[in-house]
């Protein structure tokens, strides 16, 4: 299993400057190639705490480009919806060769009713919008003189600079989380999988929806799958707990919160579950989750069991993404917790 | 004076990989801190060897600010016709954030016609969509609840994040060549105004235009100009032209390439003199323009004469970006000419 980190900025300007969680967050990034971290990954979100610090995770990924030499660059993940495929085209062949060939990119379809509202898109559209997006930007990566005629964005005879440093291009990830269709899309294209933890069996179910699909699809192998974690390591478990589990709280407020639509009435086609699932999210915390193997807080021996427990019951994943300096953490205090998972639990997975 | 380093790739996958010019780069923004030189500047341009390196100045200059603790980090410029103003908005207050304050923002309307063909772009909106997306640009940065009906982009009750670090916003520039309205509504917004060398005459009395648009808004001071200029230093005028006259040939012909639909019949009430400028552009060479001041080729005491011969010539500017890595140029002759005119050259003008 390889382990990275990630970067979800889930605080406002009450509580953090973005120039002092950045700056922090370079921090830990310095550490990567040394203790061993696989990839450096952030999100795209906007106008709330949750996530709105990271509106572009290119621009994060290019500076973190030049605080490592080996580390992976990924996009968990970009959201099509939001942005031009020319657009993203063109920052994936400049981050791809300024950094060297070691971006990776994952799309999503997005799922805050308020980033759609505000940008005045239609949660109706998001698949369409999402599959037409991740198509035009794979053609305009791999092929010279593209054109298409899609419902959202039409172009034609288009050669899009840079060309990727990576032949034929960076690898995709695919974000899922619910939808069944896309856990096969991703399985059927030869993509990597990206999701968060959820219940283990229904994660395992969709596992296996996408490996099948990635099989069934002629595929080497049996696919890549990454998950993202909460991880907060310390010496003992009441440390552990003191100051990862306020925090973790303070995230799920700041994500239901951010998806409350859900709960107040919005519906969408496109999002049949994502009222229930966000019913679901409001019941969440630190106290009910740290049992299910879906939080890797406490010390190096009960992160190993979390890991191995987590790991099985979902039927097995590749990567994982850890949320290492969530909400108000300090960053001496992150660091101090990297270095502990680096030093302790990393070699039993390597 | 203050002098930067400008970035403006003029070259394709058959010269140079985007990987090798952006790694040679980033070794030339290393020296800014050390050698003095002010800031580092990158363009926004597409499809074309004539800037489509550089789709989103943000992105590379989120590198470069790892690479400097001093120089400020200036796009050079954004295009609002090709962005969202949201996305905009947002990538200026992570940048300025990863920066730690360090952000200065200039918009251009563009003027390649291939460019607003390809993104589906009217060339005769090029100044209401400019005029339009600066203005969101601007009370997204230093407002929040922003609400706006414009004709292009629309939204309602936006707090854009991040927050700038800088109070109220990063600093911002005009990018004008030709049209007095565009110098005037620089002078007239309390905005910086960033220019190319022309004829001395014509851009003198634009440069008035600009100072006079500063002074009758109340804005203290005379506004500041920044001009961009190739730069190449040398020991001897025969090695300096040597190695740089054909590499800048090599750039005009690239852009009057780019170009070139004004020369073939394109026009636009937006653009009224592009199809003359066009022209005059074409019969541009290295050999032609040398005397005029505008290139700065030569040996240290040949530069400081050019230097002074032009800012007497169109009454004086602050700041000026230098373009030292242009076309094919190796990454070490750029380092020993920017370290030539870093030490015999600017001390002259401190």
Known sequence: MKFGIQFFPDIGPEEKSAADYWGESLELVDLCDDLGYHH????????????GYSTNPVVFLAA????????RLITGAILPVFN?????????GMLDAISGGRLEVGFARAFLPHEFRT???????????????????????EEENVSSDGRF??????????????????PFWIAATSADQSFAMAGTGGHGLMTFPRDPEGLRA??????????AAGHPGNGQVMIAFHMFCAPTTAEAHSVAGHRIDAYLKAQYDAASDWAEGTTSKDYPTHPQLTETLGKMSFANKLGDGSMWVGTPDEIKGMINFYHDAVGGFELASLQVNFHTMKVKTAEESMRLFAQEIMPEFA
Chains 1, 2 share one sequence.
């Not at 973190?64 to 580390?71: L, V």
């Not at 559209?125 to 305009?140: I, M, T, Y």
Request: net charge positive; aromatic share 10%.
């Open 40 to 51: 450096v990954r952030t999100v795209e979100h906007y106008f709330h705490r949750y996530g």
């Open 153 to 170: 964005h039409q172009f034609s005879n288009v050669t899009s600079l840079p060309r990727p440093t990576q032949a034929p291009r960076p």
């Open 64 to 71: 973190a480009s030049q605080r490592t030499r080996k580390a």
């Open 119 to 141: 940008f005045g898109r239609s949660l109706d559209e998001s698949r369409d919008r999402f599959d037409e997006g991740v198509e035009q930007v794979r053609r305009l990566l």
């Open 206 to 215: 969709r596992l296996k929806i996408y490996r099948d699909a990635w099989r």
């Open 84 to 92: 031009h495929p020319l657009k993203v085209a063109g920052e994936i």
